[in-house]
């Protein structure tokens, strides 16, 4: 039977096999993989590999330039902050907190989005109205704007900074997971499915699910761009994570008034950020390119 199962796997790939299959041949797209499996590593294991304490400092290392500058420290390869904080260990902490917490929110959201948006496709009338006109109204304020307000009113900090972007994030998984299942309940397939006496519920799961879980994930690299770009501006505004939580946003405000004395301070974690963001919109976009490639053929 195991030889069997292997066999019709080889001949008959599932959906998301034959997406990988086509993904992995694109290097952009893996070189942008291997970049994203990278941060989530080291989100997860920065507490251990980083080399000092993201929050302590060494007052006799202040304002040290990166290793390769002529001032520069080998134990502070990438320097130091205005209090003797290592910049190599708060970048590394801070992928946890701006990267990781993305990730997290976005998971969250999916989560959310997929129940309420599978169970408002397979409702009609008034209650499906309203649900469509709301979402339209949610989803014409942008993101980031939105977010602001959300923070002005829960206060700011990391944790209400976290619980707004998944707010602002869910309707745009509701509306995706809405609109995905609507169109696969109006083929064939679905048809044949309740001739034979399947449940919505499980036409959902075993049906329907696999075959929009590739434009989920489309979706979600989106989304984890977008997350990570507001996570770092609220903190640069000063409404996300506090100094002296190593948040890259919050790294790069801190910069600002000793830029031209410590410019490290500054491009630093912005290139965190654009790393960050670029490796996750190559991941989504080879993504979208496979899911192009698979229609056509």
Known sequence: M?????????????????????FRKTPVAMVGFCCFIFLILLAIFAPIISPYSPVDGNLDMILLPPAWHVDGNVSYLLGTDELGRDMLSRLMYGTSLTFGLSFIVVIFSLVIGVVIGSLSALTKGIKSSFL??????????????????????????ISNTVWA????FIPQFIHITRYAVKEEFRKDYVLASRLDGASNFRILYYSVFPNIVERLMSQATLAQSAAILDIATL?????????????????????????????????????????????????????????KLRKEN
Not at 2 to 22: D, N, T
Not at 165 to 168: D, Q, Y
Not at 254 to 263: D, M, Q, T, V, W
Request: glycine share 10%; proline share 7%; no cysteine.
């Open 2 to 22: 195991a030889r069997e199962k292997i066999y019709l796997e080889e001949v008959f790939p599932s959906p998301f096999m034959q997406l990988w299959g086509i």
């Open 132 to 157: 469509n006109h709301f979402l339209d109204v949610i989803l014409s304020i942008p993101s980031l704007l939105l977010a602001i307000i959300i923070v002005a009113i829960l206060g700011p900090g």
């Open 235 to 291: 903190g640069f505004l000063g409404l996300g994570a506090q100094i002296p939580l190593p948040e890259w946003g919050a790294i790069l405000a801190n910069g600002l008034e000793r830029f031209y004395i410590a410019p490290w301070t500054v491009y630093l974690p912005g290139l965190a950020i654009l790393f960050a963001v670029v490796a996750t919109n190559l991941v989504g976009e080879g993504i979208r390119h496979a899911l």
């Open 165 to 168: 972007i998944a707010i602002v």
